[in-house]
């Protein structure tokens, strides 16, 4: 089991250096590059002044160099003032330079850098977006999971009803329609006075700070709609085939009441499939997070990615990066280790 | 009002003239107003020439307190001198004050200026710095700051320093310097700028908001790390893309409590929603934000229809379709012409900006602007145009016009794209998003550049057409044009400034320059709540006048 977790582990962080490695290629091309000069000295500047402002601000080294730095193997790159002295580092923070800097400061030194667009330390905006996102999302899960196993026993449990049927329909309705679209009709419908509904709000921004039924209801659901149909697919799939199965006939012709048969003996065994469904499902929700956030302008996890990615935020997009890895995988992990916990038949050795 | 002049005694005699000229009709108050003010005269006594009273501005008792939300981008704080935004300015503006303020009605107000005065020929200015004006750290504001901040601006070596061009006549083109002994100080309160051209543009100038006024302790980067200013309030909270937000400052004395009145809000909070209308529009339905920081196109009703109050300005705010000369075959002044002459402005007026402006002439230079000559509408001939264009063989080139994703922008370039596709030429259209525009916007050859408007029509010709300018994207060099607007710039005389201005924009036009269809109106709105937040024609807050009900 140990074995398992740490070649996990070890997949992980070489998934995660991979990853930064294409990041950092694709962010440092010489265009992306360019960008990043003319959104830090104005829109208006020439090619001679990009270039300067490039060697100046440590962008002018060879890629791979400038990547062990942020990674924290190389020493970090400095430039000097015109008396000769340091004027500005990797290591130095923003004033002149402090005796005793460090020459190392990477990730590895525990520093993520410093984002160009929002001039804040990288680690600081994950967190803060990490914190609004994981709010976010622990809603979604608390109206989806327990929404999608309702719809799927329900309709699972006797195939072919007409609830089955409804619900089935209901379900695919909801997975079939992506977060843009569900979003808009959302917001057109109980927000807009194009229809005067207005029951809730459009805009999730204050939900960041406070968040109340009205102004967090859409993002909600408009995320957990298009996981539950799905969960609820799977749900439905899993407890209509246990219903099927021997030992429920057996349990049947022995006289247990239909309640007691679907909540004591198929409900453990059909809820195998959904866990881990729903472990893979996060990923996926983070991915509609993406769309959602930047939608509602809610200013979380998935809203920096798009701002980090637009503005070609190098050390941001690197930071983003690492955290989805250990997120995907992470969630994969539980998935792993909760499935040998749910069917004693699986093994990890 | 501090104004110790009175109409006729001291008055710039340039001004008394262009009081008899809008009495006898030639001149608008508007351009009157801009004229003299720029020339030293107070608004007041401004207003006194030509036999009238300055409107009194507010009815109502304006309300002490309270805090306004307002949508507004929220972009990374830069040096003043360098500001590429507006947006980055009206943060700013919270806590450093302008030497002079653009009014809506044209006339230019004197901040940490008490008054100025030019000479006959416009080759020096006196400015009288006001007196008992207070840094917040205590320090008091002297001639010394202004000095320090008008040689600032004229440091061109600094890059993206656009100030370096508003004061061009100052700077020493050698050192890339502020000329020896340009910039004097004369008293305690009092600097006297020698300038090496005339220009009477100079005051005007220091209106833009890269020229905000920094405390000498500040050398460069963000301002808000350490918020010394002589404005009424402080940053609060700084979260780039998010919020900022601005608080009253209760340890320190404006100085314009007692000349202009005000401030009266105690909080002002700035929140990003991206640049889609529509997230402001769910934002305001929301209840969220008390107003808009821009309201354009379609949204204007919308924003009119949910009971918002608009709040209109007009202005010499424009967008250029601008052609880039140093590309084929726009290198030629035939096909730029051909062009020009495929597209009827008044259509693209009503297609690309739903007729909230008024009709322009590809010449850059507005009504309102003091200097306007009327040359005549724009031609528009299509069969001429495309005549124009097989001669020049280039009939079947196919032109690709890139512009931004950005509603009224894109609409423009649309509508223009139409008219020469109508006119028969092969047109097709690139829209991109912000992330991959801006990267390049200088070097397609064929786009659109959005202006916004400056008190003096010379100072946007000056910035944008004047041969190897940082600004000029078309990439227009013509020495004659040059040479005009030189002349241009040195007269203080109204009439003979506006016969240069009529060869100047000709010379603009006939050289097939810009498609320049229409002025923008700008639109605001805000909830029954705010009051005094008039729209500005160049975006600035004002924060000292708002106040909330």
């Known amino acids: 089991m140990l074995r398992f977790i740490a070649g996990r582990l070890a997949t992980m962080l070489l998934t995660a250096l991979c990853l930064t490695l294409v990041v950092f290629f694709l962010t440092n091309l010489a265009p992306s590059l360019e960008r990043v000069a003319k959104t830090q000295i104005g829109a208006r500047v020439s090619d001679a002044e990009v270039e300067s402002w490039l060697n100046r601000n440590g962008y002018g080294g060879p890629m791979l160099a400038r990547y062990g730095e942020w990674l924290g193997v190389m020493p970090g790159w400095t430039s000097a003032a015109e008396d000769g002295g340091l004027a500005a580092g990797r290591c130095l923070g923003d004033t002149a330079a402090e005796a005793g800097a460090p020459r190392y400061c990477g990730v590895l030194q525990g520093d993520w850098g410093t984002s160009t667009v929002f001039r804040d330390e990288v680690a600081t905006i994950i967190a803060r977006s990490l914190a609004l996102t994981g709010k976010l999302m622990l809603w979604v899960l608390v109206v989806m999971v327990p929404g999608a196993l309702v719809i799927g026993v329900l309709s699972g449990m006797r195939e072919g009803s007409r609830t089955d049927r409804g619900l089935s329909t209901l379900s695919i309705l909801s997975t079939a329609t992506p977060e843009y679209v569900s979003g808009v009709v959302f917001i057109a419908v109980f927000a807009s006075s194009a229809v005067g509904l207005r029951w809730f709000n459009g805009s999730a921004t204050s939900a960041m700070e406070q968040a109340t039924f009205t102004n967090f209801t859409l993002p909600v659901m408009t995320i957990a709609l298009y996981g539950m149909g799905y969960i609820a697919r799977m749900t439905r799939a899993s407890m209509a085939e246990v219903m099927t199965s021997q030992y429920i006939r057996t349990a049947r012709l022995k006289g247990v009441s239909f309640r007691a048969l679907v909540l004591r003996h198929a409900l453990r065994n059909a809820l195998i499939a959904p866990f881990t469904v729903i472990m893979l499902q996060i990923p996926w929700i983070l991915n509609g997070v993406v769309i959602v956030e930047t939608l509602f302008n809610y200013k979380g996890f998935g809203w920096t990615l798009v701002q980090a990615a637009s503005n070609n935020d190098i050390e941001l997009l690197l930071g983003v990066s690492v955290v989805s890895v250990i997120v995907v995988l992470l969630t994969q992990l539980i998935s792993d280790l909760g499935y040998v916990y749910l069917n004693p038949r699986i093994r990890i050795s | ?549």
Request: net charge negative.
């Open chain 2, 1 to 549: 009002m501090t104004q110790t002049k009175t109409p006729g005694s001291s008055v710039h005699p340039a001004a008394l003239m262009y009081a008899e000229e809008h009495r006898s009709g030639k001149l608008s108050r508007r351009e009157f107003l801009t004229r003299s003010t720029a020339l030293g005269v107070s608004s007041a006594a401004a207003w006194g020439l030509i036999g009238l009273q300055q409107p009194a501005r507010a009815q109502d008792e304006p309300v002490e307190g309270g805090t306004l939300r307002m949508q507004m981008q929220t972009k990374a704080l830069k040096d003043p001198r360098l500001s590429d935004w507006s947006q980055i300015a009206n943060f700013y503006r919270g806590w450093l004050d302008y030497l002079v303020e653009y009014q809506n009605d044209g006339s230019i107000r004197g901040m940490l200026l008490e008054s100025w005065e030019a000479n006959e020929d416009a080759t020096e200015f006196t400015l009288t710095v006001r007196q008992g004006v207070t840094w917040n750290s205590g320090d008091p504001f002297t001639a010394e700051d202004v000095a320090r901040n008008i040689t600032r601006w004229c440091d061109s070596t600094v890059e993206g320093n656009s100030m370096a061009g508003r004061m061009g006549t100052l700077v020493d083109r050698e050192t890339g310097q502020a000329r020896e002994g340009a910039v004097e100080v004369t008293g305690d309160h009092t600097v006297v700028l020698h300038l090496q051209d005339p220009d009477v543009a100079v005051v005007a100038n220091m209106t833009d908001y890269p020229a905000a006024i920094v405390h000498s302790s500040y050398e460069t980067g963000d301002p808000s790390e350490d918020p010394i200013g002589t404005g009424p309030y402080l940053p609060a909270e700084n979260q780039v893309g998010v919020r900022q937000v601005l608080e009253r400052n209760a340890d320190h004395t404006w100085w314009g409590t007692k000349v202009y009145g005000g401030p009266y809000l105690d909080r002002i909070e700035y929140i990003d929603y991206g640049t889609d209308p529509a997230a402001t529009l769910a934002a305001a339905e929301s209840g969220e934000i008390d107003a808009t920081y821009e309201t354009t196109g379609d949204f204007v009703e919308i924003f009119d229809s949910i009971g918002w109050i608009p709040s209109e300005v007009v202005t010499a705010a424009t967008i250029t379709v601008r052609l880039n000369q140093n590309s084929a075959p726009y290198d030629r002044a035939d096909v730029r012409r051909a062009v020009q002459m495929a597209v009827d402005n008044a259509v693209v007026l009503e297609l690309g900006y739903n007729d909230r402006g008024e009709v322009a002439a590809n010449h850059h230079v507005c009504p309102i602007h003091p200097e306007y000559a009327d040359i005549g509408p724009a031609e528009h001939d299509p069969a001429g145009a495309l005549a124009l264009m097989e001669e020049a063989g280039e009939a079947d080139h196919t032109f690709e016009l890139i512009s931004l994703d950005d509603a009224w922008q894109a609409a423009t370039c649309d509508a223009v794209a139409a008219q020469m596709r109508d006119a028969g030429l092969n047109v097709e259209r690139a829209v991109l998003p912000g992330s991959t525009f801006w990267n390049d916007w200088l070097t397609y050859p064929f786009s659109a550049t959005e202006w916004n408007m400056r008190p003096l029509g010379v100072q946007v010709l000056a910035l944008a057409y004047r041969s190897g300018e940082a600004w000029n994207e078309t990439a227009y060099a013509n020495p004659d044009f040059d040479a005009a607007l030189a002349r241009a710039m040195s007269v203080a005389d109204a009439e003979a400034r506006s016969e240069i201005m009529a060869e100047v924009e000709q010379i603009l036009r006939d050289d097939g320059v810009v498609v320049q269809p229409f002025w923008r109106s700008l639109y605001r709105h805000h909830t029954e709540a705010v009051h005094d937040m008039e729209q500005h024609p160049t975006f600035e807050h004002h924060h000292y006048r708002w106040w909330m009900s």
